[in-house]
């Protein structure tokens, strides 16, 4: 794995290429980007045929061992790996610790346990199961065990430090197993950056896990909900000067447009990508203005849709930090409100996923309203593919010094006003 930056623009983001990828090392991944969320290998809501309908795919899928971790009898069994076992096509696997999506309660890390959370209940892990895991996924990369149980803001200090010390304890043992294991000869690891909210022990983190033999950086704590952003964007700032230029960073818990602009600014170079499924589950849609070079029609029903947006979150309030996966962003229109029940629009001017060639607002609002599984299906669909083309318009912006442009257009109407005309 070998990060291969072709810009640095406005002194912290990042453009390349991530290549190397895989055991065969034929994969490429473009950063600014971001993972395919799945759970348990399957992204919620479509089969493997309905998600290939979508183009421009990352080349890396994200499996949680918090939705793995209760099969792994018979995972061993099976003994040819997750990806055989799924049925994925040709693909990159990257395996994290927790679902960025489901609740993760705290108190449960010991100087030697991690603990997720499958459908089953805990299960607790130690350095050996934990490897056993990996031996039995046979991911491609992975994270190291972690003690991320300080992204409260009232963690003392003393919590902090022993988070940090315990992570890199933990990141010590894995990789003494890993380099012993045959069967996991050509995966990475990933490091993972702890420090709550405090400067210095984020530094610390930083440093110390850069001295170890990893692939990349996990940045954990740091989820939506957990800070404040101008925080985030500090603790994000110092931590990436004191990591190598030619390694991955992976920021987990943050997938809101806003927020993925401002933590690209600072030197984040990959996403997960569980925003979509987020909006799905709340019965929206993505609705939001990514395109830096508009036709003048187009303009228009872009704005029509932005008011849309802006007066439905207006209606349910100020957007809950505290709770993104029930409160609904601004980027995103609400199908289950009456006002679609005789929109007969796609939920994007131009969108060339399957919903929006195919069917209406009015539909999918009749969808929702009477609780057909479709709804689900075709939101996921759209979702993910307006996500995703997110991410390549902001490569683009970044490869022809437009990233302004492109803030002006992802940010304008969050508070009500236009943007300025070039």
Same mark, same amino acid.
């Given at each position: 794995?070998?990060?291969?930056?072709?810009?640095?623009?406005?002194?912290?983001?990042?453009?390349?290429?991530?290549?190397?990828?895989?055991?065969?090392?034929?994969?490429?991944?473009?950063?600014?980007?971001?993972?395919?969320?799945?759970?348990?290998?399957?992204?919620?809501?479509?089969?493997?045929?309905?998600?290939?309908?979508?183009?421009?795919?990352?080349?890396?899928?994200?499996?949680?061992?918090?939705?793995?971790?209760?099969?792994?009898?018979?995972?061993?069994?099976?003994?040819?790996?997750?990806?055989?076992?799924?049925?994925?096509?040709?693909?990159?696997?990257?395996?994290?610790? /927790?679902?960025?999506?489901?609740?993760?309660?705290?108190?449960?890390?010991?100087?030697?346990?991690?603990?997720?959370?499958?459908?089953?209940?805990?299960?607790?892990?130690?350095?050996?199961?934990?490897?056993?895991?990996?031996?039995?996924?046979?991911?491609?990369?992975?994270?190291?065990?972690?003690?991320?149980?300080?992204?409260?803001?009232?963690?003392?200090?003393?919590?902090?430090?022993?988070?940090?010390?315990?992570?890199?304890?933990?990141?010590?043992?894995?990789?003494?197993?890993? /380099?012993?294991?045959?069967?996991?000869?050509?995966?990475?690891?990933?490091?993972?950056?702890?420090?709550?909210?405090?400067?210095? #022990?984020?530094?610390?983190?930083?440093?110390?896990?850069?001295?170890?033999?990893?692939?990349?950086?996990?940045?954990?704590?740091?989820?939506?909900?957990?800070?404040?952003?101008?925080?985030?964007?500090?603790?994000?700032?110092?931590?990436?000067?004191?990591?190598?230029?030619?390694?991955?960073?992976?920021?987990?818990?943050?997938?809101?447009?806003?927020?993925?602009?401002?933590?690209?600014?600072?030197?984040?170079?990959?996403?997960?990508?569980?925003?979509?499924?987020?909006?799905?589950?709340?019965?929206?849609?993505?609705?939001?203005?990514?395109?830096?070079?508009?036709?003048?029609?187009?303009?228009?029903?872009?704005?029509?849709?932005?008011?849309?947006?802006?007066?439905?979150?207006?209606?349910?309030?100020?957007?809950?930090?505290?709770?993104?996966?029930?409160?609904?962003?601004?980027? #995103?229109?609400?199908?289950?409100?009456?006002?679609?029940?005789?929109?007969?629009?796609?939920?994007?001017?131009?969108?060339?996923?399957?919903?929006?060639?195919?069917?209406?607002?009015?539909?999918?609002?009749?969808?929702?309203?009477?609780?057909?599984?479709?709804?689900?299906?075709?939101?996921?669909?759209?979702?993910?593919?307006?996500?995703?083309?997110?991410?390549?318009?902001?490569?683009?912006?970044?490869?022809?010094?437009?990233?302004?442009?492109?803030?002006?257009?992802?940010?304008?109407?969050?508070?009500?006003?236009?943007?300025?005309?070039?």
């Amino acid at each position: 794995m070998k990060l291969e930056l072709s810009r640095v623009v406005q002194g912290g983001c990042r453009l390349g290429v991530l290549k190397g990828l895989g055991r065969t090392g034929q994969h490429a991944l473009e950063v600014p980007g971001c993972l395919l969320y799945t759970r348990c290998g399957t992204v919620p809501h479509l089969t493997q045929d309905t998600l290939h309908t979508l183009s421009s795919l990352p080349s890396v899928t994200q499996l949680t061992l918090s939705t793995i971790a209760e099969h792994q009898e018979v995972l061993e069994e099976f003994k040819d790996g997750f990806r055989k076992f799924a049925g994925l096509r040709d693909t990159v696997l990257y395996c994290s610790l /927790h679902d960025p999506v489901a609740p993760c309660p705290t108190g449960h890390i010991t100087n030697k346990t991690v603990s997720v959370w499958g459908s089953g209940g805990r299960i607790e892990l130690t350095v050996a199961k934990f490897m056993a895991l990996q031996k039995t996924v046979q991911p491609d990369w992975y994270q190291s065990m972690a003690d991320g149980e300080t992204w409260q803001s009232n963690t003392s200090r003393k919590r902090v430090r022993k988070s940090v010390d315990r992570t890199l304890a933990h990141l010590d043992e894995c990789l003494l197993v890993h /380099h012993k294991t045959q069967e996991l000869q050509g995966v990475e690891v990933f490091g993972v950056v702890e420090g709550g909210d405090i400067l210095e #022990e984020r530094v610390r983190s930083a440093k110390e896990t850069a001295k170890r033999p990893v692939a990349g950086f996990c940045l954990d704590g740091l989820q939506t909900g957990s800070m404040d952003q101008a925080l985030r964007i500090q603790l994000i700032t110092a931590v990436t000067k004191e990591l190598p230029e030619d390694k991955p960073r992976l920021l987990q818990g943050v997938g809101r447009p806003d927020e993925v602009l401002a933590c690209v600014e600072a030197g984040v170079d990959l996403f997960e990508s569980f925003f979509p499924f987020q909006v799905t589950e709340r019965g929206c849609a993505l609705c939001f203005s990514f395109d830096i070079s508009p036709d003048p029609e187009r303009a228009v029903l872009e704005l029509n849709d932005e008011r849309d947006a802006a007066g439905e979150t207006q209606e349910n309030g100020d957007v809950n930090l505290d709770d993104q996966t029930q409160m609904m962003t601004s980027f #995103e229109i609400n199908l289950k409100d009456k006002r679609y029940q005789g929109d007969f629009r796609p939920l994007v001017e131009g969108c060339g996923c399957y919903c929006c060639r195919n069917h209406q607002r009015a539909y999918l609002h009749h969808l929702l309203v009477t609780n057909e599984l479709l709804a689900g299906v075709l939101l996921m669909l759209h979702n993910t593919a307006h996500y995703h083309a997110f991410f390549g318009a902001l490569r683009h912006a970044l490869a022809n010094d437009k990233l302004d442009l492109l803030k002006r257009r992802v940010l304008k109407e969050r508070g009500g006003q236009t943007e300025t005309k070039e």
